[in-house]
């Protein structure tokens, strides 16, 4: 690392300058951030799983149902959706205040922590009610207000990082939610824009080196997306094994009973019989690293 001109990478004086809060202090310094009854950066490997979006209050409530049954702590799931193209149609759509609603009964019937997406500051009254993380999706990772507004709230905050963004400019991010005292940040990283991704409707590629990158500057907690970053079930099963070997603190996965079926991005949601080989596996994997998953 050297301190010359700024670059994509981070040099020391851009630790000690322009990201200071999210740099490590010592080389052991590791935050915590405890959400309700689970926590990221810890011992345990939440993971938090559910449909790309909260289609019907009866897909929610099923979905917290299944991950109760398999004493799961953590569910996923979009209100708002930032999707690429601005046509939507009976298949094709995200529910918006009313998922929020929907959400919230499948959380308090099932005792789950929840994360949503925000979108628009507009909504963040009412999303603080209905969730316990607030989501910041890749595309607003550098929308300056919303992170700022968002850091007021106190509230734990899961910031995806951009498919374009470097280290640098992910970190500098999530300084201005720490820069507003708000200390409960946990990283996403979701996959990044490749000139290969060995298919062709795979979008991008899963940075699994960010994570151990991560963790040599930051003490904040990391997650991997295997689902968004595949864009492809066949592929989330290794991606997720890989994500928990390779230190992650946690991951946040798509699941849905009828994948092919899903409103929005079919082919990247496992069935309910592949999440649950999954978490066995993934039991597995934590124990060789001494984590637990909930
Ligand atoms: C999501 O997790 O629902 C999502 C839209 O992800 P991303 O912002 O990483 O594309
Ligand atoms: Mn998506």
Known sequence: MQNKAPGKDLSLEDLREKIPLCAKKTPNHKSIVKVKDISFGG???????????????????SIGKMLKSLKLKGMRGGAFKPLTFPYRSKKYFEPGVEGLDWLKQSKNKNNLVVTTEIMELKYLDKLCSS?????????????????????????????????????????GAAEYILAE?????????????VPHTHRATSRFLLDLQVIPAVKEITHLPIISDPSHATFWAPWVESM????????CDGILIEVHPDPKNAAVDPLQPLNFKQFKQLIKKSKKIAKCMDRKIV
Not at 240 to 247: E, H, M, R, Y
Request: contains cysteine; positive net charge.
């Open 43 to 61: 011992k345990e490997i939440p993971f938090l799983s559910g449909p790309n979006t909260i289609e019907s209050p009866k897909l929610i409530m």
């Open 131 to 171: 969730t316990d993380i607030i989501q910041i999706g890749s595309r607003n990772m550098q929308n300056y207000p919303l992170l700022t507004e968002c850091a007021k709230t106190s509230m734990p905050i899961m910031l995806k990082r951009h498919y374009g963004s470097s280290l640098r400019d992910w970190l």
């Open 181 to 193: 005292g708000n200390k409960k940040v946990i990283l996403c990283e979701r996959g990044v824009s």
């Open 240 to 247: 997720t094994l890989a994500s928990i070997a390779s230190g």
